[in-house]
């Protein structure tokens, strides 16, 4: 079973839609994350959830908006898509919000076009 | 601003030799630090965390060690394979619970039979 899970792997889309990405994890964890890799290979935080509550949210232009219905769920919605919202989405998880080893899911690449 | 810089260069070496990776820091003084090992198209995968007040951290044939006064980490990988062919990030974070985990780019490292 796959610890963390997000669908779908890839996701082309035309500027100005709107789309959700979906995470999932079965390992118990508390807390969970969204990060971005751009084309140069840079990971930067997005959010953090920590029991379905918000605790990190970097600057992020409100177009992004993270939803948690319980604590092993954490979606992405992002309205008003444009081209440089390109990149390949990473959800993760960790058990609570020390300092603790994160663990991935094996990303979106999200291309708009 | 906090900079974390990897080489960008990937680093090739024979197989069964080692492997040394640099991460280098500035204008943060973190509590902690993570290597994570990332495939093509996959998530980052946790490999070892080491503490601000730890010089050295072993696991199999990963080391790592963490210079708080040089403000840099190194990352070995013994007897090296092709299968650890890779691109390797460090991560760091401060003490605090709600801390950010910042990743560096990225070395990748390619070992050639």
């Known amino acids: 079973d796959t610890a963390v899970s997000q669908t779908p792997k890839y996701l082309v889309t035309q500027m100005g839609n709107d789309k959700s990405i979906k995470c999932e994890q079965n390992?118990?964890?508390?807390?969970m994350y969204w990060y971005k890799q751009d084309s140069k290979k840079f990971l930067k935080i997005m959010f953090s959830?920590?029991?379905?509550?918000?605790?990190i949210n970097e600057t992020v232009p409100n177009r992004f908006s993270p939803k948690s219905p319980d604590k092993a769920h954490l979606n992405l919605h992002i309205n008003s898509l444009e081209l440089g919202d390109s990149a390949v989405y990473f959800c993760?998880?960790?058990?609570?919000?020390?300092?603790?080893?994160?663990?991935f899911g094996s990303g979106t690449q999200l291309s708009v076009l | 601003s906090q900079k974390i810089e990897q080489n960008s260069e990937a680093l090739n070496i024979q197989e069964g030799k080692t492997a040394t990776l640099t991460c280098n820091y500035t204008?943060?003084?973190?509590?902690?630090l993570q290597w994570y090992r990332q495939d093509p198209g996959r998530g980052p995968v946790f490999l070892l965390l080491?503490?601000?007040?730890?010089k050295e951290k072993r696991k199999e044939r990963l080391k790592v060690t963490f210079d708080t006064t040089l403000k840099q980490s190194l990352f070995h990988i013994t007897a090296s394979q092709p299968a650890d062919s890779a691109t390797y990030l460090c991560?760091?974070?401060?003490?605090?619970?709600?801390?950010?985990?910042?990743f560096g780019k990225g070395t990748m490292l390619l070992v050639s039979p």
């Open positions: 993760a998880s960790s058990p609570g919000t020390g300092n603790e080893k994160l663990f």
């Open positions: 390992l118990g964890h508390d807390t």
């Open positions: 959830y920590n029991n379905k509550e918000l605790i």
């Open positions: 204008n943060y003084s973190p509590a902690y």
């Open positions: 080491i503490r601000e007040n730890e």
């Open positions: 991560a760091l974070q401060g003490a605090s619970g709600y801390s950010t985990l910042t």
